[in-house]
């Protein structure tokens, strides 16, 4: 039972152009969203998180936004860059536990 | 600060083996995690130790899977025997609390049963 979702498998942009992942969630008990990064034989490095009282987060190029009502969230990259082709993970937490989206390989092209 | 230490990086075995995976987490940190990421369940949490205490192992796969934490800096992955579906890549993860804190992954282990 997949609890967090990410329905795109993969997304290709050009360099300098904003991508726009989204992620989307059941469990009305998550209250606090990540995005991960992974690049190939790495773990997922922690990108930029927001807490269910928010519904934007900005940390330099990566905006994530969450619409609670819509169990929503989405994480912007502006400009997108060729060092930012990797695999996104969404992920949700309800207290310790953390659950994954199945990932989004982004292509950053030049 | 050195991250989070898994070893070893790559593993073949043969069916019915034991196989033991490693893990250093982050000095400080107090909660521990073990992951596997396969291609069909994607990333799923097999047990969460906290204070080096198992809080939960609700998603360990079956009893064929121990995993221990004997002090602050050291927690095992046991597999005994192995099975050839029990082929994934391994992650162990830290974070200072266990609640709403970013997790810090090592690089896994890649398992391969044969």
């Given at each position: ?55 934007k987060n900005e940390d330099g190029r990566f905006t994530v936004f969450l619409n609670k009502s819509a169990k929503h969230l989405s994480l912007h990259i502006v400009p997108s860059q060729p060092g930012d ?26 | ?75 095992t992955l046991k597999i005994q025997p192995s099975e050839p579906r029990d082929s994934a890549v391994y992650f162990c993860a830290s974070s200072p609390q266990g609640l709403n804190s970013p997790l810090h ?10």
């Open positions: 039972d997949q609890q967090v979702k990410q329905n795109s498998p993969s997304l290709s942009v050009q360099e300098g152009r904003i991508s726009i992942l989204n992620c989307d969630y059941t469990n009305s008990m998550f209250d606090y969203f990540l995005w991960y990064k992974k690049y190939p034989a790495e773990g997922p490095t922690f990108l930029i998180s927001i807490s269910s009282i928010k519904d082709s990797a695999v996104y993970f969404c992920a949700a937490s309800a207290d310790y536990k953390l659950s994954f989206g199945a990932g989004t390989t982004v292509t950053v092209r030049a | 600060d050195a991250g989070v230490i898994q070893s070893p990086r790559h593993e073949v075995t043969e069916m019915g083996q034991e196989v033991t995976l490693r893990c250093k987490p982050i000095s400080g940190h107090n909660s521990l995690f073990w992951y596997r990421q396969t291609m069909m369940r994607g990333l799923e949490l097999l047990i969460y130790f906290n204070n080096n205490v198992p809080i939960d192992d609700s998603g360990m796969p079956e009893d064929r899977f121990s995993a221990k934490m004997p002090n602050a800096s050291f927690s992954f090592g690089n896994g282990t890649r398992l391969t049963v044969t």
